[in-house]
Nanobody, 127 residues
Framework: QVQLVESGGGLVQAGGSLRLSCAAS????????MGWFRQAPGEEREFVAA????????YYADSVKGRFTISRDNAKNTVYLQMNSLKPEDTAVYYC????????????????????WGQGTQVTVSS
């Protein structure tokens, strides 16, 4: 089992940057594929980015491709989401999630596949 705690959210102007962190408890973090999702008010939770166990495979939603970067540090049990060129439409609660992958290099972009979720961190982008 793993517990996830996000941090790094806040208020930023359009065009600005934020880096979200997700700290995981437990010694098995390196066995989980990781993902970031977000949910805006009145909207369904949507996929943002995913990364394989070893960090060598990533996948992004079209809406953030080229602006956001997912990374992980297995030694620190942490996954990151670097967000650049932020837009007002990026405003949402951001969640990190962990999943036992089908195989070592697999990634997952549907929320129902994920086993563990953090509590979320608010990101607000002003215009």
């Amino acid at each position: 089992q793993v517990q996830l705690v996000e941090s790094g959210g806040g208020l930023v102007q359009a065009g600005g940057s934020l880096r979200l962190s997700c700290a995981a408890s437990g010694r098995t973090f390196s066995s989980y594929a990781m993902g970031w999702f977000r949910q805006a008010p009145g909207e369904e939770r949507e996929f943002v980015a995913a990364m394989s166990v070893d960090g060598d495979i990533t996948y992004y939603a079209d809406s953030v491709k080229g602006r956001f970067t997912i990374s992980r540090d297995n030694a620190k049990n942490t996954v990151y989401l670097q967000m650049n060129s932020l837009k007002p439409e990026d405003t949402a609660v951001y969640y990190c999630a962990a999943v036992t992958p089908y195989y070592r290099g697999s990634i997952h972009w549907t929320s129902h596949e994920y086993d563990y979720w953090g509590q979320g961190t608010q990101v607000t982008v002003s215009s």
